[in-house]
């Protein structure tokens, strides 16, 4: 037998408006009598502290001094009494002070407490060092000094780590000097935590340091079709206090896999994690093209820090407008699904193969080169097949180039030499990923030509510096993930950098969401052979 619905409760009924009405007129009457009586609250409050404040001044003074105090006091009232508008200006100077001292304050922001006050200390005590000379008649670092003098502000996270602080250095510090502020940072660095990441951002005119911690970059970014204009290329993502520009991204796409393998539509994934979503996200975005002044980019990392990762990034995003040239010196067979794709002219990782490959990149740069400038002669735009973009993607050319040593042949890095010299005005692009500890088997020309860099993976100071011509911003990160390093545009700032996941699709252990990002960006089989391609641009 079904049960009969209950009764609906009638809530709001005719009956309660007398009451309702009744509570919003007091209310009103209440918020109405409180902005009248506002100032007078003030002025008995204020009237109390001053009268507290003189009680207390009269009971700490000594019993002997009480009948001369009285006295000047009452010979001050006497005068004030006989002076004419006397009476008058003291009433109104005593409502003055009354309304002062009973203003309401604003809370107190909150302290760093005990722990945080004594980290504080700690970091001042150790900066002492650094900051202190003999000669300053007034320093404002000293041991046992006052720490609140120079840390102009700080925070603390939930945890009570610090977070953010910002302090005051004595104009003679060498601020200008990279050994000094190294010395500084690493204090600042020990002193505050070493498992995370910081940025030291000094200014030098108004001789002030920040520190704050980093966030960790996202690592859930993947392979897609970035919002790019024609000759960009995002090598990965930054910090938004890094560069001005952000791209909306779908963060999480094994999220978004879950999903649509369950049915449901949005919201929450099935195992409760972070749900794909859109996110504008700020990009390492490199120029190339006939203006780019870093037409070329060399990659370092050590081994499974992700440099093949980026390269592949980097051809899935080419690959839409122009024809990629890919030589993967360590013949692993990673980048095998391009292989037979529309504008992958070829895949090479035989000696033999490399060289004839690279000698015709180098016969093609200079047709290029020769039809790019008839065109200008006549002032006519490049010819079509001279717009569209030529890649050249070498992977571990190193390897190859001792090969062809040991075998008597010529250095493939040698064949590079035209397409790196002659790559900006002939539409040709030159992109060479290396391991770290073999970057001295690099050729003079690759080094000399490539003025975009990135380090990928875990480094030494000297090792990044040494790649990118300029030290890190930040510390070393205490856990690297695969794609994590720093990049930098010619003579620009380094960046912090995460490289979009861009794993191979054909290697087992590629998860479903992302093999399936990733094979969705491939271009589609090409009509003609490889070798058939290359010949016919040849001609
Ligand atoms: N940006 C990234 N996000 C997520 N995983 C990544 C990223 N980059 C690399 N990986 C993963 O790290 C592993 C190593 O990457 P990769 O092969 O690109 O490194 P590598 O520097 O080329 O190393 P090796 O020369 O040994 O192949 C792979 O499993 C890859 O999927």
């Excluded at 560069?243 to 994934?269: F, H, I, N, W, Y």
Aim: net charge negative.
């Amino acid at each position: 037998m079904d049960l009969p619905p209950l009764p609906r409760l009638r809530l709001g009924g005719a009956g309660r408006a007398p009451f309702r009405r009744g509570r919003e007129f007091a209310r009103t009457a209440a918020d109405s009598a409180a902005d009248v009586l506002h100032p007078l609250l003030a002025l008995s409050r204020g009237l109390r502290v001053l009268a507290a404040g003189a009680r207390r001044r009269w009971a700490e003074l000594p019993g002997e001094q009480r009948g001369p105090a009285f006295f000047v006091a009452a010979a001050c009232l006497f005068v004030v009494f006989l002076l004419p508008y006397g009476p008058l200006a003291s009433a109104i100077g005593l409502l003055g002070a009354a309304g002062w001292a009973g203003r309401v304050r604003a809370p107190a922001a909150p302290g760093p407490g005990a722990d945080g006050t004594e980290r504080l200390r700690l970091i001042y005590e150790a900066l002492v060092p650094y900051f202190a000379a003999a000669e300053d008649p007034d320093p404002l670092y000293s041991h046992g000094g006052e720490w609140s003098r120079p840390f102009e502000s700080f925070d603390f996270d939930e945890d009570g780590r610090l977070t953010r602080l910002l302090l005051r250095y004595p104009a003679y510090f060498t601020d200008g000097e990279a050994a000094s502020r190294a010395r500084v940072e690493q204090v600042l660095y020990a002193k505050s935590g070493r498992d995370r990441e910081y940025l030291f951002t000094w200014d030098e005119e108004a001789n002030r340091l920040t520190l704050a911690v980093l966030p960790a970059l996202s690592t859930a970014i993947c392979a897609q079709r970035f919002v790019t204009a024609p000759g960009e290329t995002v090598l990965g993502f930054t910090d938004a206090s890094s560069v001005r520009r952000t791209l909306p991204v779908l963060e999480g796409v094994d999220d978004e896999m879950a999903q649509s393998r369950d049915g449901s539509d949005a919201g929450e994934p099935a195992d409760g994690g972070t749900a794909a979503a859109t996110r504008d996200v700020p990009p390492v975005v490199w120029r190339t093209g006939p203006r780019s002044t870093e037409p070329h980019l060399l990659v370092l990392g050590r081994p499974g820090s992700g440099t093949t990762t980026l390269l592949r990034s980097i051809l899935l995003q080419a690959l839409p407008h122009g024809d990629v040239l890919v030589v993967d010196g360590s013949g692993t067979g990673e980048y095998a699904c391009l292989g037979g794709r529309a504008g992958v002219l070829a895949v090479e990782c035989g000696l033999a193969g490399v060289l004839a490959t690279l000698e015709w990149a180098g016969h093609e740069t200079e047709r290029r080169l020769l039809a790019a400038n008839r065109a200008r002669q006549f002032g006519h735009s490049p010819p079509e097949d001279v717009q569209r973009p030529l890649w050249i993607v070498l992977d571990r050319p190193s390897a190859l180039s001792h090969v062809a040593a040991a075998d008597g042949r010529t250095d493939p890095q040698e064949l590079l030499q035209v397409p790196l010299r002659h790559g900006r005005a002939a539409n040709v692009r030159v992109v060479v990923a290396e391991q770290l500890d073999a970057a001295e088997g690099l050729s003079e020309a690759v080094r000399f030509h490539t003025r975009a860099r990135v380090v990928l993976g875990p480094a030494s100071l000297e090792q990044t510096t040494a790649v990118l011509g300029a030290p890190p911003p930040t510390t070393p990160v205490p856990e690297v993930p695969a794609g994590r390093g720093y990049a930098r545009l010619g003579a620009g700032p380094v960046h912090r950098l995460q490289v979009p996941a861009t794993p191979d699709p054909y290697d087992d252990a590629t998860s479903e969401g992302q093999r399936r990002a990733v094979l969705r960006l491939l271009p589609g089989p090409d009509a003609g052979s490889p070798g058939e391609r290359v010949a016919a641009t040849s001609t």
